[in-house]
């Protein structure tokens, strides 16, 4: 069995590219502790911006019990850009847009670009299935990405819509001989009852 969790990144200082700040690094600690210790990790994931880093060493932090001994790899399905379905044309458009307004992205998103969604999803997914072959069986990984990119796994996936992301929330996919299967409904992946917390 392969069980790969994804969980956004914590609260950003603003709107756009900025990077965590003191209540988005307390929160991430406290998700650490509360919903990632014990987890028994064995791979990290983060995109190259720096609040996913950021993000994972507090999660460490509050965990107390990730064996981070080696840098974190870059998510293979982040960099993904072909022509007119460039991600990055889609964050700086609807998700920017949507995000600002403090609507969902991933509604935005399948709103307005659908175009582009169905065909960075099936990008995503064209990347996530040789990189789920080659992590080795019985791996437990974290990945701290972005909304909605993370998303666009299962929707690529099994033509599931999930809510975009909020901050440290998360979803599971898991590997078995019974192939792949989503959580996103367990209670230890919501974050926000912990977020009113901090």
């Not at 990632?36 to 995109?47: A, I, M, P």
């Amino acid at each position: 069995m392969k069980t790969i969790e994804f969980r956004r990144h914590s609260i950003k200082d603003g709107t756009g590219g900025y990077m965590l700040g003191p209540q988005g690094y307390a929160f991430a600690r406290r998700v650490g502790e509360a919903q990632l210790r014990g987890r028994g990790f064995s791979h990290f994931f983060v995109s190259s911006l720096w609040r996913t880093h950021q993000t994972l060493a507090a999660f460490a932090e509050g965990a107390g019990d990730f064996d981070l001994m080696r840098v974190p790899e870059f998510d293979p399905m982040f960099q993904i850009t072909e022509g007119e379905y460039d991600a990055i044309e889609l964050w700086h458009g609807a998700c920017r847009i949507a995000e600002m307004a403090g609507i969902d992205m991933m509604a935005a998103s399948l709103q307005y670009e659908k175009t582009r969604v169905d065909a960075l999803a099936q990008l995503v997914v064209g990347a996530f299935r040789p990189w789920i072959d080659s992590i080795p069986e019985g791996s437990t990984v974290l990945f701290v990405g972005h909304s909605p990119l993370s998303e666009f796994v299962p929707y690529g996936l099994f033509g599931t819509v999930l809510p975009a992301l909020r901050e440290c929330d998360g979803f599971r996919i898991v590997e078995d001989e019974n192939g792949l299967r989503l959580d996103a409904t367990s209670a230890d992946l919501n974050a926000q009852e912990l977020r009113s917390r901090i």
